[in-house]
């Protein structure tokens, strides 16, 4: 019989949550699968975005294959990031049958991170590497993460001097302010640009991570805004969105990025990524420590209309970077 795509439904839950968890070799109580993360991811209310946000392969009335999407408008053009991409062990080529079709549906698909395997399987679904991903930490509150963030291990002690000279210097920047911006306050302005306020009240309302949106501000003037989120003892700067994205900009915002996330109830260890040379040297002058390996960042464009620029940020709200609890605790070992 042949495969069929089709739109999940709510109804769909107990199924796809056994496919995902049988997939990825996880427990029923892993946090992707918890009843009100996967109604907020696929079902729930996104007034930036009406159509489907996750599909479902069958054949014989049986569920091959599921991806779920995170939508994306870079320059204009519509695409999506996959997000809990798995397909049936039993089933081979389901995946690729899955890409095929998405392929046909948006005019770009956007690959960051995933398990090695996947790394190693997305250029022969025809997916081409197009940036690097740097990540990076800082520890904003030492002592608090050793209860919670840290191996136990001979290095506890000198990683907690270290820790704790290492946090000393997340300051706000002179001359820049940031303000914070309740969910309801959220307006469309030019500064948003390239998000809606409704994708950033979207953000918001996640079930497991807590979200903050705020603007920057150097003196009187506009600078640009970021988001952090709050989950497992780490604020994410799950996007950092600059009007004109230059060095002596960057470094500033990053830092005021940090001085914010140290603010925040819970936040114990502080995280970014991102990508480009300007980024990545802003947040290695503003006291992030960068992990040594960089992520592959593919994209899917083989209708070659997407055009990015070059400093163009593949940030953790491009997909589910910013809320996603794998059950790590830290970058800093």
Not at 95 to 121: C, E, H, P, Y
Not at 291 to 316: R, Y
Request: proline share 8%; hydrophobic share 45%; glycine share 8%.
């Amino acid at each position: 019989m042949k495969s069929v795509l089709r739109p999940t439904t709510p109804d769909d839950l107990s199924a796809v949550s056994e496919l995902l968890l049988r997939v990825f070799g996880a427990g029923p109580d892993a946090p992707f699968v918890q009843s009100a993360v996967m109604h907020w991811k696929y079902w729930g209310p996104r007034a930036d975005y009406s159509a489907p946000r996750a599909y479902v392969l069958e054949r014989d009335g049986a569920i091959t294959a599921h991806v779920g999407l995170w939508p994306l408008e870079l320059n204009g053009i519509p695409g999506v990031h996959m997000i809990d991409w798995a397909s049936a062990p039993e089933a081979p080529g389901a995946g690729l049958l899955m890409v095929q079709k998405l392929n046909a549906m948006f005019d770009f698909i956007i690959a960051m991170g995933g398990s090695k395997m996947t790394r190693t399987i997305l250029p022969a679904y025809g997916f081409v590497e197009h940036a690097q991903q740097w990540k990076g930490a800082r520890p904003i509150h030492p002592v608090r993460q050793i209860l919670t963030h840290q191996h136990r291990n001979w290095k506890l002690i000198p990683r907690l001097g270290r820790n704790l000279m290492w946090s000393l210097g997340a300051a706000a920047p002179a001359g820049w302010t940031a303000d914070q911006i309740a969910p309801e306050q959220v307006e469309d302005s030019a500064s948003l640009v390239p998000r809606s306020a409704a994708f950033f009240r979207y953000l918001m309302a996640c079930p497991v991570a807590r979200v903050h949106f705020y603007q920057m501000r150097e003196g009187n003037t506009p600078r640009g805004h970021f988001v952090l989120s709050v989950i497992r003892g780490q604020a994410r700067l799950a996007g950092l969105w600059l009007r004109e994205m230059k060095p002596e900009f960057a470094r500033p915002a990053y830092a005021l990025a940090q001085a914010e996330g140290r603010k925040l109830e819970g936040a114990n260890e502080f995280t970014a990524a991102g990508s480009g040379a300007v980024t990545e040297q802003a947040a290695r002058e503003s006291g992030l420590r960068l992990a040594g390996e960089m992520t592959p960042v593919f994209l899917l464009n083989k209708k070659k209309n997407l055009t990015l620029p070059p400093d163009f940020q593949f940030q953790p709200v491009e997909n589910d970077g910013f809320f996603l609890d794998d059950g790590s605790y830290s970058y800093l070992t």
